[in-house]
Each structure stands twice: as structure tokens, then as C-alpha cells.
């Protein structure tokens, strides 16, 4: 009897070992990066003094999923020397394949396999490459990706964007074509969106995303929140009560969100973007 009950204390220890592991293996970590795109006006800011240190960030993060805005083709081949074990879906905004900045979803290839992907602009015509929509100055571009978990079998939809900066009827009419397509595209599996919406929390272009319940900002639902109050700094020249939240990883209700974390904007005393980086812990709610 002594023994049967040791060996039943025995496997109920390992189950729970179990049990620790596979939630700790449930967890994502999803980040946003402007990453500012290669500009000689940058000077020591420039992309080629900053790449390594945003390497270093997502490595240090180990971030499974990530939306990186403003990134020419040029860096997008850096990043993917600089990570290995990640690769991207995205085309440039300028024509579809490779001209201008992109919007890519990037993922972890050992733990993630690649079901369906996409992009469309920010327009009237959404479906039409290089299309610009409504008062906005530039391009822009959506791309996303279907995934399947390797781990848990399970499948998911991640976004991401870059709103307009000058046209205002452009961030208001893109957040509604985002909602729309997120609930096309999605189906019923668990959602993330993520990018630079060029919105503060306050304005109407992020009150009419959230209003109707589809998608939460994680800093709003988040057991755990840190870092500053802004996203914006403009690589430090802006005063700190100029910089502006603008900056978002947003999640349908299906995910509970163990924590929220705004990133310095520098490393080792040097910036790593003029935006700082978003860095957030996901799991499924059961």
C-alpha cells in the first residue's frame, strides 16, 4: 500500500510539473516596432547605427510575434540576417512587392507554420497595390498572417499597420476598414492587431477602433502595465510632456493579457528608434 501511494504521490508531482510547463509554453510575447525608416537626415540616428541594438531588443525579448512599421526592403533584409529563426510576410506599399515602406508581421518559424497571409491598403480601394485613400499624405498598407501554434495545434490572426500622419478622415475611415477586415479574415480564430495608428488613446480615431468591443488595448486590460506614457519621442527631441501614446498592440477577447510594457527608447546610450517599443504577454482564455 506504501508503495502504491508513493508512486501515485510520484505521477501526480510529474502531471503538475506538466501542467506548469505546458502553461508557461501557452504564453506569447507580441511586440510593436516603428523601427523609423533609413534616412541619411538621421545622422547618427541613421538605420545603419541603430539595427544591431534593435536586434539586440527582440532577441532580448524573445518575442514570438512582432509588427515593425517603416521598414524599407534594405532593412528588412538586415533584420532577417540580424534574427535568425524569424522570418516576415509583407510587400512594399508603393507597389505591392518590394517599393516603398512595409507593414510586416514577423514570427518565429520552429513554433509557428504559416496557414494564409495577405495585405491591402489603407483606401477606397483596398485591394488595389499602391492605392492611396481619402486626405491622407502617403501609402498605406495592412498586411497579415494566419498561424497555427506547433506547440497547442491551435490557430491564430495577427495585423499590422501604419495610419496615416497628416490626414485625419484617412485614420478615421482606415480604423473601420481594419475592423472590417479583421472580422472577415479572422473567422473565429483569436486576433492581434498591432502598429502606429498616429492616434493618441483619447481621440476619436482610437475611441470609434474600441467603442464597439471587437478589440481591447492591452495597457487597458493588462493584470500588469510599465513604462512611460508615451511611444513618441522623436529620438529625444521632444520635451517629455510633448511626446505623444501612439503606439498599440490591440486583442479580441479572446486573450488575457498578463502584461503590457512600453521599452526605453534607447540602449546602451544609444536610441533604438524614435518610437519605443511595445512588448506584450498573451495567452488564450480558457
Known amino acids: 500500500m506504501k508503495k502504491i501511494c508513493t508512486i501515485l504521490v510520484c505521477c501526480i508531482a510529474i502531471v503538475m510539473?506538466?501542467?506548469?510547463?505546458?502553461?508557461?509554453?501557452?504564453?506569447?510575447t507580441v511586440m510593436t516596432f516603428n523601427m523609423r525608416y533609413d534616412t541619411p537626415r538621421d545622422g547618427e540616428n541613421r538605420w545603419t547605427y541603430r539595427y544591431d541594438r534593435i536586434a539586440q531588443v527582440i532577441l532580448a525579448q524573445d518575442a514570438d510575434l512582432f509588427g515593425a512599421q517603416e521598414v524599407l526592403k534594405h532593412m528588412l533584409d538586415t533584420l532577417v540576417s540580424r534574427l535568425a529563426g524569424y522570418t516576415y510576410v509583407g510587400v512594399g506599399r508603393g507597389d505591392g512587392i518590394a517599393a516603398g515602406e512595409f507593414s510586416p508581421v514577423f514570427y518565429k518559424k520552429d513554433r509557428f507554420e504559416l496557414l494564409d497571409s495577405g495585405n491591402f491598403w489603407l483606401s477606397e480601394t483596398p485591394d488595389v497595390a499602391g492605392s492611396k485613400g481619402w486626405d491622407a499624405a502617403c501609402k498605406r498598407i495592412a498586411s497579415w498572417v494566419i498561424?497555427?501554434?506547433?506547440?497547442?495545434?491551435?490557430?491564430?490572426?495577427?495585423?499590422?499597420?501604419?495610419?496615416?500622419?497628416?490626414?485625419?478622415?484617412?485614420?478615421?475611415?482606415?480604423?473601420?476598414l481594419l475592423l472590417q477586415r479583421v472580422k472577415e479574415l479572422r473567422g473565429d480564430r483569436p486576433a492581434i492587431l498591432t502598429g502606429d495608428f498616429n492616434a493618441t488613446p483619447d481621440s476619436e480615431v482610437i475611441t470609434s477602433l474600441l467603442a464597439d468591443g471587437s478589440v481591447f488595448h492591452t495597457r487597458d486590460i493588462a493584470a500588469t502595465t510599465n513604462g512611460t506614457l508615451w511611444t513618441f519621442s522623436a529620438f529625444g527631441q521632444l520635451p517629455e510632456d510633448k511626446r505623444t501614446f501612439i503606439d498599440y498592440v490591440l486583442v479580441t477577447s479572446e486573450w488575457e493579457v498578463a502584461s503590457h510594457v512600453v521599452l526605453p527608447d534607447t540602449l546602451d546610450g544609444g536610441y533604438v528608434s524614435d518610437h519605443t517599443p511595445i512588448v506584450t504577454k498573451l495567452t488564450i482564455a480558457r
Open 147 to 176: 498561424l497555427k501554434d506547433r506547440r497547442k495545434g491551435n490557430e491564430l490572426f495577427m495585423l499590422n499597420t501604419h495610419l496615416d500622419h497628416v490626414g485625419e478622415v484617412a485614420r478615421r475611415e482606415s480604423v473601420k
Open 17 to 28: 510539473i506538466s501542467s506548469c510547463g505546458k502553461n508557461s509554453s501557452d504564453e506569447l
